[in-house]
């Protein structure tokens, strides 16, 4: 794929999404936390964003009313399935237009440039998918 733009943002967030969900079970772990008002599930590789997942989070009351269910997707190449991140093209770039074309579209979302680093959200779905260039290659 080329380079991201403003013009093929949408199209390269529903790839990542579709690309990280169709590799489901390429996901060496499944990490779960029960939150206040939301059930996550997360496809992880082990490390510090799994461990995040399973000890990082304050867990809902044993006595809580129904959730909302959400599933994410820690995504890098070294998942089958997962290619490695595109960067953003020449075009300009600016959080209000990115989150303006994704919002147009039903989606949300965000990029660090310096570790062409995406995050992809479907809130009607539940489902969301943060794509890295390698298992640690996360933000500090």
């Given amino acids: 794929m080329p380079n991201v733009t403003l013009e093929n943002l949408v199209d390269y967030a529903r790839h990542v999404l579709a690309q990280a969900e169709s590799s489901a079970e390429h996901y060496p772990l499944t990490r779960k936390a029960s939150l206040p ?70 989606l949300r979302g965000n990029h660090f440039h310096d570790l062409d680093f995406w995050q992809f959200y479907d809130p009607q779905r539940r489902v969301g998918v943060q794509l890295m260039a390698s298992a640690d290659a996360f933000p500090p």
């Fill in 37 to 106: 008002h939301l059930d996550l599930t997360a496809n992880v590789s082990a490390g510090a964003l799994a461990d995040a997942v399973a000890h990082g989070f304050v867990p809902a009351p044993g006595n809580r009313t129904p959730a909302d269910i959400c599933r994410v997707f820690v995504a890098h190449p070294g998942i089958d399935g997962i290619a490695a991140p595109v960067s953003w093209g020449q075009g300009p770039f600016t959080q209000h237009g990115f989150a303006t074309r994704l919002a147009e579209a039903g």
